[in-house]
């Protein structure tokens, strides 16, 4: 526990004035312009996982073998973004395969290349970002809850109240990193954006530098979350997937074309992970 | 020229009483509740409702589908007033302009009330997703409403208070007021064919958008229904027209006898039934393709659940095939039935028709979903109960639906100079 708690980055003042925030976003608009003219010239030999075209493409692998069901993940989520516990962005489940075999099945936002979600937005709150991210405009959002109905992997959360003092998860697994959403407004797992552009613009690695990775991904104690940049070939992320046996998605068949990989449960060698 | 205008009376011993008043007091009773309620959630926000993220849309989006769908006759009617200009459906049709605006102003007062953020209702008009269904909606629902008040705003002129009233004297900027609303409604009245054309396609477009938007949430109950956006369209027509065929025989039957011949409100019950026969022959096709095509898992697994615990299809025998199918015939058969007591009877269950399969998309379609899991994914069956509050302001937009349509069934001429002039 102590060492996951070692790798938590710093939290960054949750009370940033608007001018202050301002700056912050010039400097970045220009910093991700930076960033992605670096990254264009590692997209040339693009994994199967990305995405053609400059910048990365952030995504995420969860190895089913390797997860023993604790929950960190929801917890260090709920810490960071301040939520309660019926509001969870991450949730784990006990699921069972076809043969009857039980298994963890963790499950943050799929990040869908084809986001049911953006697609019923009426009016653009929830967006795709060039990075493959979905994320949104709380300052836009109309809490019509449409995405929530659209939305296959129940990913998303409704701010039926008014947001809370503090996460019943924090200080233990993270304090709060980003700024409470108003009541009324649909929230949900963002990968972390808030960890991975400002650790871009500091020269971080997401999926390495764990101040730049997702909170989930920093604190699952079995490695059994890998996030990095898929059109990067030397990322973590890109290696494991070339590595996997094989690898699935949740609810293909909808073509919503989820950013989150999973190695599927085997029977035999039950821990042995890549 | 004046209208003489039967109110109804109820017989009380040897008195007969003016239950109008009494009417709109019971009315107001209703708005009173439903303020409280609309100011409980408005303080407390939607915490105080049964929805959950389970079920995100409940009773309001019903209460809202439900009266979209009740103002259509609207369209139709404006079509076939101001386009193919059938002189006779004219006084009707300036009743199906005021059934369509109150559907959709009720529709737009429910949907404040729904909304997280309601102070930013007015988003959608200014950033645009035009690939999302809902946008599509607002957009054509905001149109549509302001196209509906240029087409009653010439209806409401004909009032005998636009004609001269000792107040205009007295405040000349009222008579300036008056002389504006007389100037506008002559360009509006003149307007007429192209709002029509207007409205039709608005019309149209999100009265199937609003079926289509249930076939767009693959993890939910109904989205295999590939027909909605087309059952949609048509059961507001059939409910719609229904509606305007009771409405009709009470404002113009009962109240303004004379005013309507009863050939035409014979061909309004028989254009409701038609449509509603229409309807009926669609949804057959409809069940027997879904059937017939649920070899997918995932469709079996949720029309067996449906059929389950849902009023899936035993409303569906019943309330949208059975009693559709009879009463269509009887509205059809108008001409040789002619006793308006039977007919009314018959127009009600397409009214009912429509306002169930409003309430079965959004219940059935949402209580429920099915689970993510990769293996052994299974039909979630949700709870959901509406609390009072959103009783309360459900009760709010009826009372408001009625009340205005009271007021106008008696106030309002429905006959004024254009037809002189024209």
Redesign the interface.
């Known amino acids: 526990m102590s060492e996951i708690k070692n790798e938590q980055p710093e939290p960054e003042n949750a009370a940033t004035s608007r001018r202050d925030f301002l700056k912050l976003a010039g400097g970045l608009a220009v910093a991700a312009g930076v960033a992605q003219v670096a990254m264009s010239n590692m997209t040339a030999k693009a994994s199967s996982g990305g995405e053609e075209g400059k910048g990365p493409q952030w995504g995420m692998l969860i190895d089913i073998n390797l997860c023993i069901g604790c929950q960190y993940c929801t917890f260090a989520c709920e810490a960071v973004n301040n939520l309660a516990d019926d509001m969870r962005y991450c949730v784990v ?1 006990n ?4 043969s009857g075999q039980e298994f963890f ?1 963790s ?1 943050p936002c799929m990040h869908c290349q084809e986001a ?1 979600c ?8 929830t967006y795709h970002r060039e990075d493959g991210i979905i994320a949104m405009d709380y300052d ?7 995405c ?7 990913a ?7 947001p809370i003092e503090r996460s019943p998860q924090s200080p233990n697994f993270g304090l709060q990193e980003v700024e409470n959403r ?5 929230e949900k797992c963002t990968f972390c954006t808030h960890r991975i552009d400002p650790g871009l613009e500091r020269g971080l690695v997401p999926g390495v530098d764990p101040q730049a990775t997702p909170a989930c991904v920093v604190a699952c104690p079995t490695v059994a979350r890998i996030f990095g940049d898929m059109n990067n070939p030397e990322s973590p992320i890109s290696i494991a997937l070339s590595e996997a046996k094989t690898t ?1 998605r ?2 293909e068949e ?1 073509s ?1 074309e989820p950013r989150v990989y ?1 190695i ?1 449960p085997t029977t035999d060698n039950r821990f042995q992970g890549s | 020229m004046q209208t003489t205008i039967n109110y109804p009376k109820l017989r009380f011993g040897k008195k007969l009483i003016d239950v109008f008043p009494y009417w709109i007091g019971f009315l107001l009773l209703g708005v009173v509740f439903g303020l409280v309620g609309a100011f409980v959630v408005l303080r407390d ?3 105080v409702t049964g ?4 079920v ?2 409940g009773l309001w989006i019903s209460v809202d589908l439900s009266s979209i769908s009740l103002g259509g006759s609207a369209f139709a009617f404006g079509v076939i007033v101001y386009l193919l200009k059938i002189k006779r459906f004219e006084i009707v049709g300036k009743l199906a302009v005021l059934l369509g605006f109150l559907g959709y102003s009720t529709a737009g007062m429910v949907l404040l009330f ?4 309601p102070l ?2 007015w ?2 008009i200014v ?3 035009v ?5 599509e909606i ?1 957009m054509c629902v905001v149109l549509y409403l302001t196209v509906l008040m240029a087409e009653l705003i010439p209806i409401i002129v004909e009032h005998p208070f636009f004609d001269g009233h000792p107040l205009h004297e007295k405040f000349p900027i009222l008579k300036k007021v008056v002389e504006f609303a007389k100037w506008l409604s002559h360009w509006l009245h003149k307007a007429g064919p192209v709002l029509a054309i207007v409205g039709l396609t608005l019309s149209l477009l999100h009265q199937a958008s609003l079926g289509a ?1 249930y076939s ?5 109950g109904v989205w295999f229904n590939q027909s909605a956006p087309t059952q949609f369209v048509f059961s507001a027509m059939s409910g719609g027209t229904a509606l305007l065929f009771f409405m009709s025989v009470v404002v113009f039957r009962i109240m303004r006898p004379g005013l309507v011949k009863d050939d035409v409100l014979y061909d309004v019950a028989r254009i409701a039934g038609g449509i509603t026969l229409l309807l009926t022959y669609l949804r057959l096709w409809d069940w027997a393709v879904t059937n017939y095509y649920s070899f997918d898992r995932n469709i079996t697994l949720q029309t067996e659940a449906l059929n389950a615990v849902a009023p899936y299809s035993m409303a569906f025998w019943l309330g949208q095939a059975l009693l559709p199918a009879i009463a269509g015939s009887l509205l059809l058969a108008a001409k040789s039935v002619k006793n308006f007591r039977y007919l009314m009877t018959a127009s009600v269950i397409p009214i009912f028709a429509a306002i169930l399969t409003r309430w079965n998309y959004n219940f059935a379609g ?1 209580i429920a ?2 689970t ?5 994914p299974i039909i979630r069956i949700n709870s959901y109960a509406p609390t009072w509050v959103e009783f309360a302001v459900a009760t709010l937009v009826i009372s408001y639906w009625l009340l205005a349509f009271s007021f106008a069934a008696r106030y309002l001429p429905f006959k004024g100079k254009h037809e002189d002039h024209h």
């Not at chain 1, 929530?148 to 129940?154: E, G, L, N, S, T």
């Not at chain 2, 729904?114 to 953020?117: A, H, K, M, N, S």
Request: a positive charge; glycine letters at 6%; hydrophobic letters at 35%.
């Open positions: 489940t699921e069972t395969t076809q099945l499950r049911p953006v697609h019923v937005c009426p009016v653009k709150a836009r959002c109309i809490g019509c809850r449409y929530q109905v659209a939305c296959p992997y129940d998303r959360v409704f701010n039926w109240k008014e108003p009541r009324g407004v649909v699935m949740l609810r909808l919503t999973y599927p | 926000g939607l915490q929805l959950s993220n389970r995100p849309w729904d909304l997280g953020q930013r209702f988003h959608p950033f645009w997703q690939h999302s269904l809902l946008w607002t938007t767009v949430l693959y993890g939910r949402l979903s099915s993510y899991d990769p293996y052994t």
